[in-house]
């Protein structure tokens, strides 16, 4: 085995990487010009890359660049409005759901010695019908698509007297869903952790609900942090769904603008705001990065103390009791 090699299998040889090179390049090739072929001529025939369909989208001197934009921006400003409650919700409130469902699954496992026998029974009782209710709650919000949440939230709320904007319908849609994701991601990062730390929590006093608060709970969001980004960025994508209650993000605008143009360009239209989802989205993952790496900072600091030398005093004391 070379010493480049994995422990699965053995390096590539020359002659190897130079048949890789090939195929890469012929395929890159062919790629290119089937792109050619069934993407790009068609579309030119069609005159989708005039700038009469792309003038409005990227000439400032267009005179439709600037009430577009506006309309364009009205919509991504409600589309961030409805991801940055949503986020925030799910966020806490899935917060909340894991530890309601770590300190239940702890219930099961206390027997309530000191309490009298109906008392203790009863007590278990309740933490295994809460447990039964939040388990069939979770499994039930995360089998439903989130279009179905969004829409039944929108038609049964009014039905019990609740009439909110479409704003807050979309808001409550996403977090239903969301939170229970996020629930169940937090959830099994802090049961996934070392049983000792439980243990040496409760060996310094702590109570249950101080462990999961002040020990588990914060290196289960260190340690689910990347599942924990691409939950937030899914948030963010499916504000596109309030299509479904007729509310005015992003797509939506982008959908009501395309009759309202000189020349309807639809392509093109879709094509900014895939963009426009695309940079949103990354700016999102590179922040949750950016945080990600300040908690390690952060933690590395705390635990490696930098080294101090002995005092002198200390030194004497031992050369002289040698």
């Given at each position: 085995?070379?010493?480049?090699s994995?422990?699965?299998?053995?390096?590539?040889?020359?002659?190897?990487?130079?048949?890789?090179?090939?195929?890469?390049?012929?395929?890159?090739?062919?790629?290119?010009?089937?792109?050619?072929?069934?993407?790009?001529?068609?579309l030119?025939?069609?005159?989708?890359?005039?700038m009469?369909?792309?003038?409005?989208?990227?000439?400032?001197?267009?005179?439709?660049f600037?009430?577009l934009?506006k309309?364009?921006?009205?919509?991504?400003?409600?589309?961030?409005?409805?991801?940055?409650l949503?986020?925030?919700?799910?966020?806490?409130?899935?917060?909340?759901?894991a530890?309601?469902?770590?300190?239940?699954?702890?219930?099961?496992?206390?027997?309530f010695t000191?309490?009298?026998?109906?008392?203790?029974?009863?007590?278990?009782?309740?933490s295994?019908?809460?447990?039964?209710?939040?388990?069939?709650?979770?499994?039930v919000?995360?089998?439903?698509?989130?279009?179905?949440?969004i829409?039944?939230?929108?038609?049964?709320?009014?039905?019990?007297?609740?009439?909110?904007?479409?704003l807050w319908?979309?808001?409550?849609?996403?977090?239903?869903?969301?939170m229970?994701?996020?629930?169940?991601?937090?959830r099994?990062?802090?049961?996934g952790?070392?049983?000792?730390?439980?243990?040496?929590?409760?060996?310094i006093?702590?109570?249950s609900?101080?462990?999961?608060?002040?020990?588990?709970?914060?290196?289960?969001?260190?340690?689910?942090?990347?599942?924990?980004i691409?939950?937030?960025?899914?948030?963010?994508?499916?504000?596109?769904l309030?299509?479904?209650?007729?509310?005015?993000?992003?797509?939506?605008?982008?959908?009501?603008?395309?009759p309202l143009?000189?020349?309807?360009?639809?392509?093109q239209?879709?094509?900014?705001?895939?963009?426009?989802?695309?940079a949103?989205?990354?700016?999102?993952?590179?922040?949750?990065?950016?945080?990600?790496?300040?908690?390690?900072?952060?933690?590395?600091?705390?635990t490696i103390?930098p080294?101090?030398?002995?005092?002198?005093?200390?030194?004497?004391?031992?050369?002289?009791?040698?």
């Amino acid at each position: 085995m070379s010493q480049n090699s994995s422990v699965l299998y053995d390096a590539p040889g020359p002659r190897t990487r130079r048949i890789t090179l090939i195929t890469s390049l012929v395929m890159a090739a062919l790629i290119a010009v089937g792109v050619y072929a069934f993407i790009y001529q068609p579309l030119a025939e069609r005159g989708e890359f005039t700038m009469d369909k792309w003038g409005p989208l990227i000439d400032p001197d267009h005179p439709e660049f600037s009430p577009l934009w506006k309309f364009l921006g009205k919509g991504f400003r409600s589309t961030l409005t409805a991801a940055a409650l949503a986020i925030v919700s799910s966020l806490v409130l899935g917060t909340a759901l894991a530890v309601l469902r770590v300190q239940l699954r702890a219930l099961q496992r206390r027997r309530f010695t000191g309490l009298p026998t109906p008392a203790a029974l009863a007590l278990r009782g309740l933490s295994w019908l809460i447990t039964v209710v939040t388990r069939f709650c979770v499994e039930v919000f995360r089998g439903i698509p989130v279009v179905i949440t969004i829409f039944f939230v929108w038609v049964i709320l009014p039905e019990v007297g609740i009439e909110l904007s479409l704003l807050w319908y979309l808001v409550i849609g996403l977090t239903i869903y969301n939170m229970v994701v996020i629930g169940e991601i937090l959830r099994s990062g802090m049961e996934g952790l070392p049983g000792g730390q439980v243990e040496a929590a409760q060996a310094i006093g702590l109570t249950s609900f101080q462990a999961t608060r002040m020990v588990l709970l914060p290196q289960g969001f260190r340690v689910m942090l990347p599942a924990l980004i691409s939950q937030l960025v899914v948030v963010l994508k499916d504000t596109s769904l309030g299509f479904i209650i007729s509310y005015e993000e992003i797509m939506r605008t982008a959908r009501l603008a395309i009759p309202l143009l000189e020349t309807p360009n639809t392509i093109q239209m879709f094509f900014v705001v895939g963009v426009i989802y695309i940079a949103a989205n990354y700016l999102l993952s590179k922040l949750a990065e950016y945080v990600q790496r300040r908690l390690s900072r952060a933690r590395t600091t705390r635990t490696i103390a930098p080294t101090q030398p002995l005092p002198s005093t200390v030194l004497t004391g031992q050369a002289s009791n040698v």
